[in-house]
């Protein structure tokens, strides 16, 4: 697994497991950077392959 993925977990369970609403807002906003990665990952790639 994506070590920024596993760090994303990790932070969202963490987040979850002790109620901690700034790390739950923090790793959610991780995900978004993830997709927004995983999408430029995507664009370029179509690019190249066009």
């Not at 932070?11 to 927004?36: C, D, P, R, S």
Request: avoid cysteine; hydrophobic fraction near 50%.
């Amino acid at each position: 697994m994506d070590p920024w993925v596993k760090q994303m977990v990790a932070q969202v369970a963490y987040g979850v497991e002790n109620g901690h609403t700034l790390a739950l807002v923090e790793g959610i906003k991780m995900v978004f950077g993830i997709l927004e990665a995983m999408e430029l990952d995507a664009a370029n790639y179509e690019g190249f392959s066009s």
